[in-house]
């Protein structure tokens, strides 16, 4: 077993928990969330997500969240985008870091419930992207795979076939002069288990051993930490997560499922086996108590409830 000595973790919870929510959260506390996860040392907080109100009411506050937000030395602030229109919104800001992904989805149904677009579609719009991006001077430095485990509504997919697609938009990049240094493999629905994970990931390594690789792991079954801790057997050192486990897909067809790992849990995961994460555990357990306030309702993670074991260790060194 090798782990790594250190990993990176982008928090994702003010975007992805937000987008799901069904009862409205005030842009205020949505504001409030991010500020106090800038306290964590947190290398990117992602804050929101810019797309049209009409399919995602709840991110329709995308620009006045990010005026409100207070930035910190050391952490970049970004957001989401699907298209163009969502890039330059996101420029506009002169807040945030704006990097540009090639991204696809492995399942057709999936594809067309969450982008309105099938595979070929989105090769196609990838290419009218590149452009844009080179127009905006935006750089984009990753490939990205949603659905890259399983699909609720395909079931399991194929290794090789998230490889071919892989391949497909790297030579795109390579067309375009593009440098792509990360590849990120996201389990949208929950479907990776440790020995999806070792196949996977072991298959791209073996494709691209140059390339980092980012993990955007969903806890819908129960698996998420078991799945992080396989890929960091391998060298994953970069992982995606959400503050008490908020978040989810509202295009999954779940009810109430369980989204990210919670980052509270996976921080603590890695003080425990040794891995560093530069990430305050305590701050973030806090701060993980009371997101859930500002949601009005249960989130799943797992530390701010059982709490840290570090701090039962110094309570019993303390009581002896």
Request: glycine letters at 8%.
């Amino acid at each position: 077993m090798s782990l790594p000595k250190r990993i990176t973790i982008h928090e994702l919870g003010p975007r992805e928990g937000m987008q799901i929510e069904k009862n409205p959260v005030d842009t205020s506390e949505k504001v409030r969330l991010v500020d106090m996860l800038s306290e964590c040392n947190f290398p990117e907080i992602e804050v929101t997500s810019f797309v049209n109100p009409k399919w995602v009411p709840q991110m329709a506050d995308a620009e006045a969240v990010v005026a409100g937000l207070t930035p910190r030395a050391g952490t970049s602030y970004t957001g989401v985008y699907l298209n163009t229109q969502g890039v330059v919104r996101a420029l506009k800001t002169g807040k945030l870091l704006v990097e540009g992904s090639l991204s696809v989805t492995a399942s057709e149904t999936f594809s067309k419930r969450n982008t309105n677009r099938t595979i070929e579609d989105t090769y196609a719009e990838t290419e009218k992207r590149i452009e844009a991006f080179k127009d905006l001077g935006v750089a984009a430095r990753e490939i990205s795979v949603m659905a890259a485990f399983g699909c609720n509504y395909e079931g399991s997919i194929d290794p090789d076939h998230v490889i071919r697609l892989i391949a497909r938009l790297q030579s795109l990049a390579d067309e375009n002069g593009l440098t792509i240094d990360m590849i990120q493999l996201a389990d949208t629905m929950g479907w990776a288990t440790p020995v999806s994970i070792r196949r996977l990931v072991g298959s791209v390594r073996e494709k691209w051993p140059e390339k980092r690789i980012n993990l955007h792991l969903h806890d819908t079954r129960g698996m998420g930490l078991a799945n992080a801790f396989a890929a960091m057997e391998l060298g994953v050192d970069d992982f995606d997560s959400a503050v008490a486990g908020l978040g989810g897909c509202p295009y999954a067809g779940f009810k109430d499922a369980p989204g990210n790992i919670a980052t509270e849990d996976l921080v603590h995961m890695c003080q425990e086996i040794g891995v560093e994460t530069g990430v305050d555990l305590p701050r973030l357990v806090d701060i993980a108590r009371e997101a859930e306030r500002i949601v009005g309702h249960p989130l799943p993670g797992k530390v701010m409830r059982g709490g840290n074991l570090q701090d039962y260790r110094n309570n019993a060194a303390k009581a002896s």
